[in-house]
């Protein structure tokens, strides 16, 4: 059984930086997609961005210009970047393996925006 | 960015009766592939969302086969034959077949 597992900050100031690790337990970052999903609290589900293998990235629009995906095939790491956070930006964080269907998700970590 | 709407939003069954939830999408699901890019997850109570039903009606490894899936187009529908206590929780669409994905607003599923 695969398992993801989320980690970073708990919380962040406003204007700072969000960033956030996955780790997958049987190495296989190299041989799939990987995506992120946001929930704040109390709502809905929001897709955040998703990197293919290859290395290609999309993003959701209205977090384009703010956000990095990226992946260390070697230490078996997803990583999220967030730039200038907004109280808005406060949500439990997931990453998930697939880039169309989500077969395996982390626990997520929530993380909080406030100074 | 394709809108999924899902209705209804909240649903109260009793446990051994059938359930289902509605999802339409703003544009068509169907991709070039002939395949149409729609899931189905549930989030229960403090828990990540699992997979429930890809590809409009495929059921995921491990589902339950009173879960099923079906729709075309824009129009999507997850049935549950017999709701049973374990299948409370939150219910989402999400659409695939372009990015960004996005998802419905979700259906909250509960026991009368």
């Known amino acids: 059984q695969v398992q993801l597992q989320e980690s970073g900050p708990g919380l962040v100031k406003p204007s700072e930086t969000l960033s956030l690790t996955c780790t997958v337990s049987?190495?296989?970052?190299?041989?799939?997609?990987w995506t992120w999903i946001r929930q704040p609290p109390g709502k809905g589900l929001e897709w955040i961005g998703h990197?293919?293998?290859?290395?290609?990235?999309d993003y959701n629009t209205s977090l384009k210009s703010r956000v990095t995906i990226s992946l260390d095939t070697s230490k078996t790491e997803l990583s999220l970047r967030l730039r200038s956070v907004t109280a808005a930006d406060t949500a439990v964080y997931f990453c998930?393996?697939?880039?169309?269907?989500?077969?395996?998700w982390g626990q997520g970590t929530l993380v909080t925006v406030s100074s | 960015d394709i809108v999924m709407t899902q209705s209804p939003l909240s649903l109260p069954v009793t446990p051994g009766e059938p359930a289902s939830i509605s999802c339409r999408s703003s544009?068509?699901?169907?991709?070039?592939?002939?395949?149409?890019?729609l899931d189905w997850y549930l989030q229960k109570p403090g828990q990540s969302p699992q997979l429930l039903i890809y590809?409009?009606?495929d059921r995921a490894s491990g589902v339950p086969d009173r879960f099923s899936g079906s729709g075309s187009g824009t129009d999507f529908t997850l049935n549950i034959s017999r709701v049973e206590a374990e299948d409370v929780g939150v219910y989402y669409c999400?659409?695939?077949?372009?990015?960004?994905?996005?998802f419905g607003q979700g259906t909250k599923l509960q026991i009368k």
């Open positions: 590809l409009a009606s």
């Open positions: 998930a393996r697939g880039g169309s269907s989500y077969d395996f």
């Open positions: 544009q068509s699901l169907l991709y070039s592939d002939g395949y149409i890019y």
């Open positions: 049987d190495g296989s970052m190299s041989t799939y997609d």
């Open positions: 999400m659409q695939a077949v372009q990015t960004p994905r996005t």
């Open positions: 990197i293919y293998y290859s290395g290609r990235t």
